[in-house]
Every structure is written in structure tokens, then in C-alpha cells.
């Protein structure tokens, strides 16, 4: 049996069983098949349509454990060509306009030595797996992948022919020393390393690799608009300051409740105030709900005035929400009522469709009290806990309440503004 044969025989196996059965296959070269069988097996969760790919070659554990997954990655692709689209919408109106006042001549002149090229173009900087270059790379018309890693660079090479990706150029080389030499860009896209020399995250946008803040005259020289990718757990707000007002848009993505990622758009072509996008995604790759403002166009809102004893509805905001911080404009965006500024729940009477989170009916709201606890938990054996702003955690408070994990009923514990500390017990609405 060849390798080849094995990984496809086998990929449906545990890994670790296979490893301890090597001796019956010694034509089959065990570490490259079970790191093919491993890879294949996360691709099937995380990139359903290359685990469909015949032929496909993952790289080592580590790059599959940290590669972007299918929805994140069409995310990507999906903001790449409105961004292009509204780039060359643009353009288009400023050369109108300036047909309308000069003479073609001119106009044909100021065309031919425009240091952008007709044609789309994107070089990805910072390649790795290739993921998102694969996907972003189908908005353009050429693009260039790029990477140091030459493991990498001859995978990716393989691969791209394989997904039908006939436009693209590997090179191999350090993202600042081909960022020096490259042409102008319709998009440069960076994905800096996020650990130091030790390992450890950084949490600073300065401390990634490559240093996006030292190479921001050359990013805005050499593109009409740079896409950063970053970690979800870097302080959006200060990458923004770092970025000296060059940063258009922030996406904030988030899939199956967890944040993933933080995209920053950069540019100079286009003046705008900046906008804050909060997207949660399905893991169909659709957006199941996405949230924009503007950061600081709504005025903090007050404490709820609704009884919170007496409210029907408790919201719980989504993740991409809670990275943003951006409580005050959900309120005003809604019609909902925080529970307390610090809380992040929010109140109303009636549902409220659409919103970016998810939706309870209250049946039942307790004090602490033991003999309202009593009460108010008759018949409740199981229930997902979560506590917003209480001075127990999710363990301490389930071992007091004595009541299992699991099931249909949500109790949220939190602090009113007056500082009361109660129980919300719920149902998911709808």
C-alpha cells in the first residue's frame, strides 16, 4: 500500500491508533500520512470545501490549528470586493469629473501614467497556509502570494491549482523586503505573527511581526486600501491610535459565540469617519447578524427604568458586540434598557427582532434569598448559567444553586444599578 493509498483508506481514523499500527504498513511513510489524515480531519470542520479537494496538502498541525476557517475566510473575500468595488466606483466619478472640465487629451494622459494599473490587483504579505489568500485572491485579477516559509511557499504552490486558482504567483521571500520592491496595489493584505521571540501572545500591535505601525507610509503608498488581520485580543481602540486616522473600517468577526478575528481596513484613497462592524457568522458562511456605528455618535444611556422584576425580555449581546464595547449605540440602535452599566444585559417589554445576540422571555427573577431561591428554582434541575457583573462565578454560584449543567432554562446573575444582586430565569425566545 502507498502512502497515498493509506491516507485515503484511512483518513477517517484516530491518528494515535494509526501511529501504534505503523508496523503493518512499511511502505507508507507514517509521519507525512498522519500528519495528511490529521490535517485533512480539522479541514473538514474548519474547510469543508478543501477537505473536499482530492489531492490537497496540509501543512503541520500548528498552521491548521491557526489558519482562518471557510466563513472567516469568505468574510474576507466579501469585504475585499466591496472595498474594490467602491475604490473603482471612486475613481470613476473623479475621472468623470474630470473629463466634464478637461479635454480627453489630457484625461488620456493622466490615465497612462497613473501609477495604479487598470487591472485588480492584491499581494498577500504574510502567506502562511494560504487560506485566506485562496479566497480574497478571487477578487482581483492577478495576486501574489507571499511567504518565508519555503515548506509553505511549495504547498501553497501545489495546492492553488488544485482549488482552481489559476491567477495567483508564489514567491518566497520576507514580507518587508518584498513590500520595498513591490508595485501599487489595488490591496495588500498582513497577517502579522502574534507571538514574540519566546512564544508568548503579544497584545500590542507594535510588538506583532511584521511591525504593521513602522510600515504604515509604505502600505498607503503602495495600495489603495490595506487589509490588517489581527488578534481578536488586541485593544481595537489602540491599533486605531497607532494607526495615525488612517484606519476606515473595524470588523469585529465572531462564529459559533467565540470573537476570531479583528480586520482592520486602511486607507488614504478613501476619506470617511471611521466604522465599527460587528459580525457574527454562521458557520454556513453567511453573516447571521452584523451591527455598524459610528463609535461615539450615541450618548450614554441611562440605567434601565423598567422594573427588572417585572421585564419580559432579557437580551444578551454577541460576541463581536462585548469586543466592541459598544453598548451605548445597541441601546440606542434597539430600544433596549441596560440592566446597569456594567452588566451588558438589556431589558425590554416587548421582543426585539434582529438583534445582534440572543433573546430570552423571563418566566421568573429571584433575589439571593434562600427562600425566594427555593421558590423560584422549583421543578429547574438543569439550566446554563451565566453570570454579567455578580460577585459569584458560573462554578460557585451552580454548587450553591445545586442544579446541573445543561438543558432549556438560562439563569443570568447580575447586579442592578442599585446594587442588588438577582436571578434572571429564562427561556430562549424562539
Not at 114 to 128: A, E, I, P, Y
Not at 409 to 415: D, E, N, R
Request: neutral net charge.
Amino acid at each position: 500500500m502507498t502512502t497515498a493509498e493509506f491516507i485515503r483508506e484511512y483518513r477517517e481514523r484516530d491518528i494515535r491508533q494509526l501511529a501504534l499500527q505503523a508496523n503493518r504498513f512499511p511502505d507508507v511513510d507514517m509521519p507525512y500520512a498522519l500528519d495528511q489524515i490529521q490535517g485533512w480531519q480539522i479541514a473538514r470542520r474548519k474547510l469543508p470545501k478543501w477537505a473536499a479537494c482530492d489531492g490537497v496538502i496540509f501543512p503541520p498541525h500548528l498552521s491548521m490549528e491557526q489558519c482562518s476557517s471557510e466563513p472567516t475566510a469568505q468574510y474576507k473575500l466579501n469585504l475585499a470586493m466591496e472595498w474594490t468595488c467602491r475604490i473603482e466606483s471612486l475613481e470613476l466619478r473623479v475621472e468623470n469629473s474630470e473629463l466634464s472640465t478637461q479635454n480627453c487629451r489630457r484625461q488620456q494622459f493622466k490615465t497612462q501614467n497613473s501609477k495604479f494599473k487598470t487591472s485588480t490587483r492584491m499581494t498577500d504579505l504574510t502567506g502562511g497556509f494560504g487560506v485566506d489568500f485562496s479566497f480574497t485572491s478571487c477578487a482581483f485579477a492577478a495576486a501574489t502570494y507571499v511567504e518565508r516559509n519555503e515548506q509553505l511557499c511549495h504547498i501553497v504552490e501545489h495546492n492553488l491549482p488544485l482549488l482552481g486558482l489559476n491567477n495567483a504567483t508564489v514567491v518566497c521571500a520576507d514580507a518587508v523586503e518584498y513590500l520595498s520592491t513591490v508595485e501599487p496595489q489595488t490591496m495588500l493584505f498582513l497577517d502579522p505573527a502574534r507571538r514574540d521571540e519566546h512564544g508568548a501572545k503579544t497584545v500590542m500591535l507594535a510588538d506583532c511581526t511584521p511591525d504593521v505601525v513602522q510600515l504604515l507610509p509604505q502600505l498607503l503608498e503602495k495600495s489603495r486600501f490595506t487589509m490588517l488581520k489581527l488578534s481578536p485580543m488586541l485593544d481595537w481602540h489602540k491599533a486605531v491610535d497607532d494607526l495615525q486616522g488612517a484606519v476606515r473600517e473595524v470588523h469585529i468577526v465572531s462564529v459559533g459565540g467565540e470573537c476570531k478575528e479583528l480586520l482592520l481596513v486602511l486607507s488614504t484613497v478613501v476619506e470617511s469617519e471611521l466604522k465599527v462592524y460587528c459580525a457574527d457568522l454562521s458557520t454556513a458562511s453567511d453573516t447571521s447578524s452584523l451591527f455598524v456605528y459610528t463609535p461615539g455618535s450615541s450618548a450614554p444611556v441611562a440605567n434601565s427604568k423598567l422594573k427588572i422584576q417585572n421585564s419580559k425580555f432579557v437580551h444578551e449581546p454577541n460576541a463581536s458586540i462585548m469586543k466592541a464595547g459598544c453598548f451605548d449605540e445597541l441601546a440606542a440602535a434597539y430600544g433596549v434598557s441596560p440592566v446597569s452599566r456594567n452588566s451588558h444585559l438589556f431589558l425590554s417589554d416587548e421582543p426585539v427582532e434582529g438583534f445582534p445576540g440572543r433573546s430570552f422571555v423571563v418566566e421568573r427573577v429571584t433575589t439571593m434569598n434562600k427562600g425566594e431561591l427555593r421558590k423560584a428554582l422549583v421543578g429547574i434541575e438543569k439550566a446554563n448559567i451565566a453570570t454579567r457583573n455578580f460577585p459569584l462565578t458560573v462554578a460557585e454560584l451552580r454548587k450553591r444553586l445545586k442544579i446541573k449543567d445543561g438543558g432549556d432554562v438560562y439563569i443570568f446573575a447580575t447586579t442592578t444599578a442599585e446594587g442588588e444582586h438577582l436571578l434572571l430565569i429564562s427561556r430562549k425566545y424562539r
